[in-house]
């Protein structure tokens, strides 16, 4: 069976086609599917008995099955998805006031290692699929689609390093941009990552999505530290390609910026962060540390992370503190592939591996 998420409407209509099927079935098929989010061909009502019949032997519609949806106490959806070779992934919706986000996998598990996140502890098992991304993305509309409403943003900041499955993760977006599919604006997809250098350009290459770089540390002895692949691509290199990267006037760059107690929050940290956030006019996120049972790393206090926060603005430098979602079903950044039922562990010291 082919993956029909896979491909975008027009690429549907060329396999149709060739396949001597009219090419205007291939627009009704992705209206049931990405409007009326109907994947059971047997349902499409307007396509003749016998064709639905040969679709349906020969595409499937279904990449991921859906496991768990797991609900935080702040409205955060933590979708646990199956892959069809029998792998778990995730992906979770944050939905805000005017905003419907879902923060995507672009991989099983982690090659990357970065030394506080849950997720680079299972390592990698294998790249996503194209259409295990869309799937992600219409599992998350088929339930946002029981209170009337859509997906608005996508971002690429679940499982994986987008940049080390970029072919996959370039074709998921055509299928996300296609105006017959999701239709959502390239702007309203980020794409994170921990900073392969060498494909950044390649994805600006591609397309017009926004970019954001988890950066850390401000210097590279420490960034060698938390994110291991600063070995190979250091921050200097990285700042260049980022530079290179196609960011439209009125918009920026985003840092990432987990705040670490005692590791990267200190004012003279926060220095070196605002002169690189100048140097590659970058806005920062803030992200406080998300503790898990895999890390002895702690979360800053309140006050410590207020004081960053202001000592970035005084320096002039346009930053958010991001207050995390879903921490309580373990959906918040750099917990996912922590196991849900995690927290029904004793706490520390069990919770403490050092
Ligand atoms: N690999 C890509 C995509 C993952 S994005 C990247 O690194 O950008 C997930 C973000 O959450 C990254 O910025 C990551 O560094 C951050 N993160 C990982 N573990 C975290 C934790 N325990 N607490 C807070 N943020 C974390």
Known sequence: MKPLLALTPDELRAAFAAADVPAFRAAQVARWLYAQRVRDFGAMRNLPAPLRDRLAGEWSTRSLLREAVHDAADGTRKLVLGTVDGARIEAVLIPEERRRTLCVSSQVGCSLDCSFCATG??????????????????????????????????????????LLNLRNVVQAIRVLTHPEAFALAPRRITVSTAGVAPKIAELGRALPVRLALSLHAARDELR????????????????EACAAFPTPRRERLSFE???????NDSLEDARALAALAAKARAKVNLIPLNEHPGTRYRRPGEARMEAFLAALAGLGVTATLRRARGDDI?????????????????????????
């Not at 992600?136 to 509309?141: G, I, K």
């Not at 910026?257 to 590791?263: F, M, S």
């Not at 373990?330 to 591996?353: I, K, M, N």
Request: with cysteine; hydrophobic share 50%.
């Open 257 to 263: 910026y987990t705040l670490i107690a005692g590791v």
């Open 121 to 162: 502890r299972m390592g990698l098992g294998r790249n996503l699929h194209a259409d295990e991304i869309v799937d992600q993305a219409l599992h998350a509309a088929e339930l946002l689609a029981e209170e009337g409403r859509a997906l608005t943003h996508v971002v690429f900041m679940g499982m994986g390093e987008p």
């Open 330 to 354: 373990f959906a918040a950044c750099g917990q996912l592939g922590a196991r849900a039922d995690a927290r029904a562990a004793p706490p520390s010291p069990a919770h403490d591996f050092r």
């Open 224 to 239: 060698d530290v938390l994110v291991p692949l600063n070995r190979r691509f250091p921050i200097a290199e990285l700042l």
